[in-house]
C-alpha cells in the first residue's frame, strides 16, 4: 500500500486493466498435475502462476511436533527466486513465514484432521509468477490439491482479496493497485458453512468500505469455488475416462 500521484488507478469509471470495480482477473485451475505428488493443482490467475502440492497424511517427523489427537496440516508457501521482478532472494523470510502459517490454520478449518493422529499433511505452495494475490491464489490451489489427494473435508476453501483504490472499494488488487493502493483485504471463506477462515487488513478502510469490501471477496469466493469444484469434476472425468480406455485396449 502507498501512494503515487502519478499513477492513475482509475479512468472513465474503469481500472487500468479494464476491469470493472467488482470484477476479478481470469482464473483457471487444472487439478492432478503432478505424478510423484499425493494431489496437486496448478492455477493461473491474472499473471500469478502458482502450483500446489500435497504429501500425506503420513507419519510426522519430527516426533515431537506430533498431536496425539489429530494430524497437522504443515503449508509451505515458497516464492521462486524468477517469480517476481527483482530476483527473490531464496529461502524463507518472514512474509513467507506468515503466509505458510495463515493458509495452514485456514486448511486445518476444513480438513477432517481428528481421522489421522499424530500425522502430518504437507502442502506446499510454489510461487513460480507473482504478480498481487498470491497468497489468495495460494490457499485457493492449495484446498483443490487436498482434495485431489483424496484428504476428507468438510469444504474447499476459495480466498480472493478486495481492497480500495483511489478511494473506491474494488475486488482482486492487481499489481499497481496493491502497491498504489489505499487498502489490501485478503478474504478464505467456506461457503457450506459461510465461515471466515482468513482475514487480514493492510491500510484503512471506514467501517462502511469494509462491509461492501467483504460483501465483494465473499461473492468472489462463491464464484472461484465453483472453478475450483469443475477443475475436480474435470480430473475425476479425464481419469475416468483413461481408465475405461486402458480397460478396453485391455480387453478388460
Ligand atoms: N512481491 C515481490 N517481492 C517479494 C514479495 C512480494 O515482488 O519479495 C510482490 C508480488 O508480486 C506479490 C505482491 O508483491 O504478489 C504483493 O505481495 P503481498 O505481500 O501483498 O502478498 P500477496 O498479495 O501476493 O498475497
Given at each position: 500500500?502507498?501512494?503515487?500521484?502519478?499513477?492513475?488507478?482509475?479512468?472513465?469509471?474503469?481500472?487500468?486493466?479494464?476491469?470493472?470495480?467488482?470484477e476479478l482477473r481470469e482464473i483457471t485451475i487444472k487439478a492432478g498435475v503432478?505424478?510423484?505428488?499425493?494431489?496437486?493443482a496448478y492455477l493461473e490467475w491474472g499473471?500469478n502462476k502458482i502450483?500446489a502440492?500435497?504429501?500425506?497424511?503420513?507419519?510426522?517427523?519430527?516426533?515431537?511436533?506430533?498431536?496425539?489427537?489429530?494430524?497437522?496440516?504443515?503449508?509451505?508457501?515458497?516464492?521462486?527466486?524468477?517469480?517476481?521482478?527483482?530476483?527473490?532472494?531464496?529461502?524463507?523470510?518472514?512474509?513467507?513465514?506468515?503466509?505458510?502459517?495463515?493458509?495452514?490454520?485456514?486448511?486445518?478449518?476444513?480438513?477432517?484432521?481428528?481421522?489421522?493422529?499424530?500425522?502430518?499433511?504437507?502442502?506446499?505452495?510454489?510461487?513460480?509468477?507473482?504478480?498481487?494475490g498470491?497468497?489468495c491464489g495460494g490457499l485457493t490451489a492449495a484446498s483443490v490439491a487436498l482434495a485431489d489427494?483424496?484428504?476428507?473435508?468438510?469444504d474447499l476453501v476459495a480466498s480472493c482479496a478486495?481492497?480500495?483504490?483511489?478511494?473506491?472499494?474494488?475486488l482482486d488488487?492487481?499489481?499497481?493497485?496493491?502497491?498504489?493502493?489505499?487498502?489490501?483485504?485478503?478474504v478464505g471463506y467456506i461457503p457450506?458453512?459461510?465461515?471466515?477462515?482468513?482475514?487480514?487488513?493492510?491500510?484503512?478502510?471506514?467501517?462502511?468500505?469494509?462491509?461492501?469490501?467483504?460483501?465483494?471477496a465473499i461473492e468472489a469466493c462463491k464464484e472461484i469455488h465453483g472453478i475450483q469444484r469443475e477443475a475436480l469434476r474435470e480430473r475425476y472425468s479425464?481419469?475416468?475416462?483413461?481408465?475405461?480406455?486402458?480397460?478396453?485396449?485391455?480387453?478388460?
Amino acid at each position: 500500500m502507498g501512494s503515487n500521484k502519478d499513477i492513475e488507478l482509475i479512468e472513465d469509471g474503469k481500472r487500468m486493466d479494464g476491469r470493472e470495480f467488482d470484477e476479478l482477473r481470469e482464473i483457471t485451475i487444472k487439478a492432478g498435475v503432478l505424478k510423484r505428488a499425493d494431489g496437486s493443482a496448478y492455477l493461473e490467475w491474472g499473471k500469478n502462476k502458482i502450483m500446489a502440492a500435497v504429501y500425506g497424511p503420513r507419519e510426522m517427523h519430527p516426533r515431537h511436533a506430533q498431536e496425539t489427537r489429530k494430524a497437522v496440516v504443515r503449508a509451505r508457501y515458497n516464492m521462486a527466486a524468477f517469480s517476481v521482478p527483482d530476483r527473490k532472494r531464496p529461502g524463507p523470510d518472514r512474509r513467507s513465514i506468515e503466509i505458510s502459517k495463515l493458509v495452514s490454520e485456514a486448511l486445518e478449518k476444513v480438513v477432517f484432521t481428528e481421522k489421522y493422529p499424530r500425522s502430518v499433511i504437507d502442502v506446499f505452495i510454489e510461487v513460480l509468477q507473482a504478480s498481487a494475490g498470491t497468497r489468495c491464489g495460494g490457499l485457493t490451489a492449495a484446498s483443490v490439491a487436498l482434495a485431489d489427494a483424496g484428504i476428507p473435508m468438510s469444504d474447499l476453501v476459495a480466498s480472493c482479496a478486495s481492497g480500495k483504490i483511489e478511494g473506491q472499494v474494488v475486488l482482486d488488487l492487481g499489481k499497481n493497485e496493491d502497491n498504489y493502493g489505499q487498502a489490501d483485504v485478503p478474504v478464505g471463506y467456506i461457503p457450506r458453512s459461510d465461515d471466515i477462515c482468513l482475514l487480514q487488513m493492510d491500510g484503512n478502510l471506514t467501517e462502511e468500505e469494509y462491509e461492501e469490501a467483504m460483501d465483494m471477496a465473499i461473492e468472489a469466493c462463491k464464484e472461484i469455488h465453483g472453478i475450483q469444484r469443475e477443475a475436480l469434476r474435470e480430473r475425476y472425468s479425464t481419469e475416468l475416462k483413461d481408465e475405461n480406455e486402458k480397460d478396453l485396449a485391455e480387453g478388460v
